[in-house]
């Protein structure tokens, strides 16, 4: 025996009487730019109103005003209706083999690297493109919130499903110091390096700044508070400015785009520490898309920075190719 779905307490129509009451803040105005009588629209929201089990508008004041549960209701109908006037736009340029937007996240550590190289990929396959960089936490959220169409991150989103993940590269953790400065070769010698230098951090809003300490707190480290930055440059800048030393990483390293003689570079002492990049997109929804373009970032990846990276740290490990 199959179960049937539940019905649903509203259709298009009404989501848009409800909105045009929610703009007009009046029965009457509403039905005017709506081309629909005054009766039909409070016959609409009546309706919605019952079907949903909660008041939407308090009729006791006037102009009209929305109750809490109708001020969630309008932000949610209006993202609703926004998207259903897009899709036959959406169906008519995927006919033809574009899309009409499409909207990237890119994790601030990877800006210079790849704005370009994902900016220029994406505007072959889209008449509107949108790429905002920020911090991976930030994205996850809009792309659940469908105001992404994908992200290049930190958060693979693995404990969501729904979700297609590309990896793009991984990359260890490293140290980096001021220049000339002696470099920590054992766990000891990393606590003992804070008795002269503070560790510059990484914010805990960032996902890195979380690994980072995370990873220091299983090996029983405890170092002061002092600055931290949500960007790579911040971290990087400070070191080269002697205020203190990083955990970071090499790409975070060459977004930062110092001079070679500002920094020094080694490796983190200890357990190895790493990250992995990764593009995450809504599954299906982008046909070969996000395949396609994460095998573009790597190809650029790799030769604007990560061969760089190599041949300026000798050190780094084989793998840390992308």
């Not at 005003?65 to 899709?87: H, K, Y």
């Amino acid at each position: 025996m199959t179960t049937r779905p539940a019905r649903l307490p509203f259709d298009l129509h009404v989501l848009e009487a409800f909105l045009g009451v929610c703009e007009a803040r009046s029965m009457a105005l509403a039905a005017k730019s709506l081309a629909m009588t005054q009766p039909a629209i409070s016959q609409a929201i009546a309706d919605l109103e019952q079907r949903i089990g909660v008041k939407l508008f308090d009729r006791s004041v006037r102009p009209l005003a929305l109750t809490p549960a109708g001020e969630l209701m309008r932000q949610r109908a209006s993202a609703l209706v926004s998207e259903a006037r897009q899709i036959a736009m959406a169906i008519r340029h995927t006919s033809r083999g574009r899309l009409a937007l499409i909207r990237a996240g890119l994790v601030d550590s990877l800006s210079r690297a790849l704005t370009g190289p994902l900016a220029s990929f994406l505007v072959t396959h889209a008449d509107h493109v949108s790429v905002q960089s920020g911090l991976t936490s930030a994205h996850a959220g809009a792309l659940l919130t469908r105001n992404l169409d994908l992200f290049i991150g930190v958060d693979d989103m693995s404990d969501v499903e729904g979700f297609d993940r590309h990896e793009i590269v991984t990359e260890p953790y490293i140290l980096v110091l001021p220049p000339r400065h002696k470099i920590p070769r054992s766990v000891a010698d990393l606590e003992a390096c804070a008795e002269k230098l503070p560790l510059i951090r990484y914010s805990a809003r960032s996902k890195t700044g979380i690994d980072i300490e995370r990873h220091l707190r299983r090996l029983n480290i405890d170092f002061p508070q002092g600055l931290e930055f949500d960007t790579p440059f911040g971290v990087s800048d400070m070191v080269a400015r002697g205020k203190g030393f990083a955990i970071t990483t090499p790409i975070c390293l060459a977004e930062a785009a110092l001079d070679g003689s500002d920094v020094r570079t080694a490796p983190l002492p200890g357990p190895k520490l790493k990250r992995t990049l990764t593009l995450v997109s809504r599954r299906q929804e982008l046909g070969t898309l996000p395949r396609d373009l994460t095998k573009a970032c790597k190809s650029s990846l790799e030769a604007s920075t990560l061969a760089p990276l190599r041949s300026a740290m000798p050190w780094l490990d084989e793998d840390f190719r992308a």
